[in-house]
């Protein structure tokens, strides 16, 4: 799998450990805490709560889940056997992944 990032609809700052999505119509930012993400269920959560918003487009779906991808590896790091390999350390993750991009 390519893991260089593609053009996303979220922004991530790596101080907080962020995602946010700004919504071309004017709406407040929607922001994802990837301190939350520590377990496959915390990352499904995410992804479904933003699922439910009305902004939330099949693209920036996916588009949050590619991000998911790139910077903590869920496949690798949250559920590498279909089951859960949780808790990681969000920020060791993203450092190695983003090492990994370089």
Known sequence: MNRTSRVSSWIFDPKHR?????????????????DRCQTSAGALRW??????????????????????????????????????????NVRKVIREQLDLVK
């Open 47 to 88: 992804i479904m709560e933003v699922a439910e918003q009305d902004w939330a487009t099949d693209r920036v779906i996916a588009s949050l889940v590619r991000e998911f991808s790139r910077l903590l590896y869920p496949l690798a790091n949250l559920c590498p056997s279909g089951k859960e390999d949780g808790p990681i």
């Open 18 to 34: 962020t995602l946010t999505h700004r919504a071309s119509n004017g709406a407040k930012p929607y922001v994802v805490r990837l």
